[in-house]
């Protein structure tokens, strides 16, 4: 099994900063791309910003320039921080991996998800 805890989030005003954690643990050969997603009242899970474990990025149209994702491969943690949030930013933010493990002597590719962590952007 792979664990995926996130932390860091909390209320923040307009303009402001947050930074996001998600550290991975378990058993697993290595973990391939990582991301963050989110999740607002009314809205279905999206992407936010991905990263693979090269360092390659991918970021949401809507948070390009304010939000920058981050790897430390070492302790098999990303991170998000979160520049001139807007209120529409306001959503619960999960962070999912993709993570090589090996099953009955086979190497399968599995998405783990974390439980989330709630990001209000408000004054």
């Known amino acids: 099994q792979v664990q995926l805890v996130e932390s860091g989030g909390g209320l923040v005003q307009p303009g402001g900063s947050l930074r996001l954690s998600c550290a991975a643990s378990?058993?697993?050969?290595?973990?391939?791309?990582m991301g963050w997603y989110r999740q607002g009242p009314l809205n279905q899970r999206e992407l936010v910003a991905s990263?693979?474990?090269?360092?390659?990025?991918n970021y949401a149209d809507s948070v390009k320039g304010r939000f920058t994702i981050s790897r430390d491969n070492a302790k098999n943690t990303i991170y998000l921080r979160i520049d001139s949030p807007k209120p529409e930013d306001t959503a619960v933010y999960f962070c999912?991996?993709?993570?090589?493990?090996?099953?009955?002597?086979?190497?399968?590719?599995?998405?783990?998800w974390g439980q989330g962590t709630q990001v209000t952007v408000s004054t």
């Open positions: 999912k991996a993709e993570v090589a493990q090996v099953q009955a002597g086979t190497t399968k590719q599995y998405q783990y």
């Open positions: 378990g058993s697993f050969l290595s973990i391939n791309t």
């Open positions: 990263i693979t474990s090269g360092g390659a990025t």
